[in-house]
């Protein structure tokens, strides 16, 4: 027995230019990485070096059964200077999104993906609004130059993620624990995915854009107390809600979601003692995915979903088919259940730089050896893409 996907069911895998491309030095990652207590356990150096074996891994990729490819643009390599724009960089991103369609893939560019460039963080980042001014004219520039190229555009990656974490919990640039700055920061976020949306419909090209949030399967602790859920609530409230609101008349909103998060009376509880915990440090739990596609569908008030990220880092392979095998029954689960469900990208296509962890985690369908840069396919990549040529889930 299968269980099938609806036809033009979009099937795809994800990167971000800072985590495979190598060498993106103006950019505060960058700039992150080299600063000494900041807890990263390496830097990203040359990573997967696909700014130049990109023809290569797309042809792969397409090879296995994939029909969507989600890669972002570096602002930094565009704008390297304030006002100062690199036709080079531009016509590297250019190539990019027509190799993709070259094979069959729809180009679906992320246009903030983590990483800001250092001259727009001297006067306070996302917590100045000039970032917002500054995010929507490199947007504005960009899609002149790919817009007629691209399938469906992310304005930004998790800006839930890059606030709280940069401003908040103080192990992203810019290192702030200052929760005035991280709520700033999130309304700027807001802000300018509100304007890149403009500006990109007002762009060149015609295509659906939308934005992507991190996403957590929340639960309260014990489920029945008022406290807990409250608690659950508020934390939420802040986390994920205000940027779900932020997408209500998108075209699309991309969930991202790998766990869950337990919330007692008294704030988070982690990891339940006796479950699996992976090398992130969360709990195997592939219920996140169809939790959080109801969440987003509700909150949004039904703007159709796009899943794009969900995966596992593990060493082990069977388990990373077994997530994904059980992650994509809940997400038929939802179709049946009448949400508009647009379509799964794994993440990750490769094993590649995952911020502060560094090169351990191995999200990747596709193994990259980062002495030779030869890539090798895993089991779950060739049955992922089974899954994806088929558009069915086999028993």
């Known amino acids: 027995m299968s269980r099938s996907f609806p036809d033009g069911f979009r099937w795809g895998t994800a990167t971000a230019a800072h985590q495979v491309e190598g060498g993106n030095v103006h950019n505060d990652w960058w700039a992150w990485e080299h600063t000494p207590g900041s807890g990263c356990v390496e830097a990203s150096g040359d990573a997967c070096?696909?700014?130049?074996?990109?023809?290569?891994?797309?042809?792969?990729?397409?090879?296995?059964?994939?029909?969507?490819?989600?890669?972002?643009?570096?602002?930094?390599?565009?704008?390297?200077?304030?006002?100062?724009f690199s036709t080079?960089?531009?016509?590297?991103?250019?190539?990019?999104?027509?190799?993709?369609?070259?094979?069959?893939?729809?180009?679906?560019?992320?246009?903030h993906h983590f990483t800001t460039p250092t001259w727009a963080t001297t006067d306070g980042g996302w917590s100045d609004p000039a970032i917002v001014d500054r995010f929507g004219r490199f947007c504005e520039t960009t899609v002149g130059r790919l817009?007629?190229?691209v399938a469906r555009a992310c304005t930004i990656n998790e800006p839930n993620i890059v606030s709280f974490m940069g401003y908040m919990g103080g192990v992203f640039p810019p290192g702030a624990r200052d929760r005035d700055r991280w709520l700033r920061a999130s309304d700027h976020f807001v802000a300018a995915h509100r304007r890149a949306v403009e500006v990109l419909k007002a762009g060149r090209g015609d295509f659906p854009v939308g934005l992507t949030v991190s996403m957590s399967d929340y639960q309260a602790v014990p489920a029945d107390d008022p406290a807990a859920q409250q608690r659950?609530?508020?934390?939420?409230?802040?986390?994920?809600?205000?940027?779900?609101?932020?997408?209500?008349?998108?075209?699309f909103v991309g969930v991202q979601a790998y766990s869950r998060t337990r919330v007692g009376p008294d704030g988070m509880l982690g990891n339940e003692p006796g479950r699996d915990v992976l090398v992130m440090g969360y709990e195997y739990w592939p219920e996140v995915l169809a939790a959080t596609i109801r969440r987003a569908w509700e909150v949004t008030d039904h703007v159709p979903v796009l899943v794009t990220e969900n995966g596992i880092g593990t060493d082990d392979d069977e388990q990373r088919i077994r997530y994904v095998r059980a992650a994509l029954g809940g997400v038929l689960d939802c179709l049946d259940e009448g949400i508009e469900v647009l379509g799964y990208t794994y993440w990750s296509a490769l094993d590649n730089f995952e911020w502060a962890f560094g090169y351990a985690p191995r999200?990747?369908?596709?193994?990259?050896?980062?002495?030779?840069?030869?890539?090798?396919?895993?089991?779950?990549?060739?049955?992922?893409?089974?899954?994806?040529?088929?558009?069915?889930?086999?028993?």
């Open 49 to 84: 070096d696909q700014l130049h074996r990109y023809p290569a891994d797309l042809e792969l990729l397409a090879a296995l059964g994939f029909d969507s490819y989600r890669f972002s643009v570096e602002w930094s390599r565009i704008e390297p200077a304030e006002g100062e």
């Open 88 to 111: 080079v960089a531009l016509d590297h991103y250019r190539r990019v999104c027509a190799s993709c369609l070259e094979h069959g893939l729809d180009p679906v560019v992320t246009f």
């Open 147 to 149: 817009g007629d190229l």
């Open 232 to 251: 659950l609530e508020r934390v939420r409230g802040h986390s994920e809600d205000v940027f779900l609101r932020a997408c209500r008349g998108d075209d």
């Open 363 to 395: 999200f990747g369908l596709v193994e990259v050896d980062r002495a030779t840069q030869q890539r090798l396919v895993k089991p779950s990549g060739r049955w992922l893409g089974a899954v994806a040529r088929t558009n069915q889930l086999p028993d």
